[in-house]
């Protein structure tokens, strides 16, 4: 089993930033992939930013240019920094955790981008 905490959400205007983490523990593998997804009300959950443990990275296009996804592996903690946000980003954010024995989900954090 694999337990994922996030922190870092909040309420931020448009054009600010906010930095969030996720800190995986439990059966950690070393081949594995990280992410973020985001669900806003009435929607389904998308796919934000990846990352696997080589380091290769994958963005929605909504987000690309905007937010950076980094992990570091010897805390099996996956970040992203969001800048630039903006009203359509508002949405709970999930963290995400896959290897061969399944994937895993943190129990999400609020983003509200307004002003």
Known sequence: QVQLVESG????QPGGSLRLSCAAS????????????????????ELV??????GSTNYA?????RFTISRDN??????????????????VY????????GRYWGQGTQV???S
Do not use: H
């Open 61 to 65: 296009d909504s987000v690309k240019g």
């Open 74 to 91: 010897a805390k099996n903690t996956v970040y992203l920094q969001m800048n630039s946000l903006k009203p359509e980003d508002t949405a």
């Open 49 to 54: 930013a990846a990352i696997t443990s080589g």
């Open 9 to 12: 959400g909040g309420l931020v």
């Open 94 to 101: 999930y963290c995400n955790y896959d290897d061969f024995t």
């Open 112 to 114: 509200t981008v307004s």
């Open 26 to 45: 439990g059966s950690i593998f070393s081949i594995n992939a990280m992410g973020w997804y985001r669900q806003a009300p009435g929607k389904e959950r």
